[in-house]
């Protein structure tokens, strides 16, 4: 991926994520650097609607780490990154992705405990609930997670 090319990174997989509820599930996606994502069913709880948050939480410390609210997807269509900001990732630390938490990530390793990274999301918003002018069905679309390490 050329955005990463030469940095000290760690791809995860759409397949390593934990998956909760009845609104996501894992599919095939050609569009999606994986070849699969997870999918949201947008219209199952308004915690997709935007603005749409994702971010990092310490499950010791009890809060946020680092937050992102996308309050407008309207000119992106297809997988676009959205960074999280920069994380210094601690001893059990999770990604969540939307208000709602049905899609998480733990991301603490003992290659990643005490290091500052870059976390950079590929996400698609598809349907007339992001983007006005689209038929269909709204859905969430989620491929890869990447750790760009900070030096």
């Given at each position: 991926?050329?955005?990463f090319?030469?940095?000290?990174?760690?791809?995860?997989?759409p397949?390593?994520?934990?998956?909760?509820?009845?609104?996501?599930?894992?599919?095939?996606?050609?569009e999606?650097?994986?070849?699969?994502?997870?999918?949201?069913?947008s219209?199952?709880s308004?915690?997709?609607?935007?603005?749409?948050?994702?971010?990092?939480?310490?499950?010791?410390?009890?809060r946020?780490?680092?937050?992102?609210?996308?309050?407008?997807v309207f000119?992106?269509t297809?997988?676009?990154?959205?960074?999280m900001?920069?994380?210094?990732?601690?001893?059990n630390?999770e990604l969540?992705?939307?208000?709602?938490?049905?899609?998480?990530?733990?991301?603490?390793?003992?290659?990643?405990?005490?290091?500052?990274?870059?976390?950079?999301?590929?996400?698609?918003?598809?349907?007339?609930?992001?983007?006005?002018?689209?038929?269909?069905?709204?859905?969430v679309?989620?491929?890869?997670?990447?750790?760009?390490?900070?030096?």
């Open positions: 991926m050329e955005k090319d030469g940095k000290p990174v760690l791809y995860v997989r397949e390593e994520y934990s998956l909760h509820g009845n609104a996501v599930e894992l599919v095939e996606d050609v999606s650097l994986s070849g699969s994502a997870v999918k949201v069913d219209k199952a308004h915690y997709y609607s935007l603005p749409y948050e994702m971010g990092c939480y310490d499950l010791v410390g009890g946020n780490i680092a937050s992102r609210r996308l309050n407008d000119d992106r297809g997988y676009s990154w959205y960074s900001g920069h994380v210094t990732i601690k001893e630390c969540y992705f939307s208000r709602a938490w049905t899609t998480k990530l733990q991301i603490s390793f003992p290659e990643t405990i005490g290091k500052t990274f870059e976390v950079w999301a590929s996400l698609k918003f598809a349907g007339p609930m992001y983007h006005p002018n689209q038929n269909g069905d709204s859905n679309f989620l491929g890869l997670v990447v750790l760009e390490e900070i030096h």
